[in-house]
């Protein structure tokens, strides 16, 4: 069965610093991979997926995320963290089945002044 | 601009009522979905549909039932709430494109508490 760890519950980054969230999944085919974003009190915004192609994916709010097959991994990076981006994020595999997705635990990613 | 909206934003209830979470969409997608949220589990799918009457069980489907009787409204019954059903509860819609993965578009989600 597919699987989704994001293995860093918490995050804390300075404002102005880079920042890396780690996502590995486990699917026997092709994954169709997704980051999420969620505010405080909020559902959840797409940043970027990926489904095939070019593997360094661009979304919004200036997030990119690079696929590796080599290691199961879709990890999300940014290289400035603004004080707003202070949110808890999900990585998610579409599934087998049609049209679901399989999340991650989620990271809370927290920005110090 | 799409939207998925849900009925409540916050719900508090008491044990053994029965509840109703309503979420509609305004996409005219096909398929939706009701997760539950809680801390340190991530989302977990509850029930999903794919078409009008057509309801599948997800992951944790006990306690819970659903109803789809029209394409853009799809709802989440707690027959008899219970202490353990206290979370947030997100609803979603996605297209069915056949072949591929799509985006799911999130509502903002019901934070239920059961007393």
């Known amino acids: 069965a597919q699987s989704v760890t994001q293995p860093d519950i918490h995050i804390t980054v300075s404002e102005g610093a880079s920042l890396e969230l780690r996502c590995n999944y486990s699917y026997g085919a092709t994954p169709y991979l997704f980051w999420y974003v969620q505010s405080p009190g909020q559902g959840l915004q797409l940043l970027l997926k990926y489904f095939s192609g070019d593997t360094l994916v661009q979304g919004i709010k200036g997030f990119e995320a690079e696929f590796k097959r080599s290691q199961s991994s879709f990890n999300l990076r940014k290289p400035s963290v603004h004080w707003s981006d202070a949110a808890e994020y999900f990585c998610a595999v579409g599934a087998q089945d049609f049209q679901k997705l399989v999340f991650g635990t989620g990271t809370r990613l927290l920005v110090s002044p | 601009d799409v939207k998925v909206t849900q009925s409540s934003r916050y719900l508090v209830k008491r044990t053994g009522e029965k509840v109703f979470l309503e979420c509609v969409q305004d996409?005219?997608?096909?398929?939706m979905f009701w997760y539950r949220q809680d801390p340190g589990l991530g989302l977990r799918l509850i029930y999903f549909s794919y078409d009008v009457k057509m309801k599948e069980k997800g992951d944790i489907p006990e306690g819970y039932s659903v109803s789809r009787e029209k394409k853009e409204r799809f709802s989440l019954i707690l027959e008899s709430a219970s202490t353990n059903q206290t979370s947030m509860y997100l609803c979603a819609s996605s297209p069915p494109i056949a072949g591929s993965y799509n985006e799911q578009f999130f509502g903002p989600g019901t934070r239920l508490t059961v007393l």
């Open positions: 996409m005219d997608h096909e398929n």
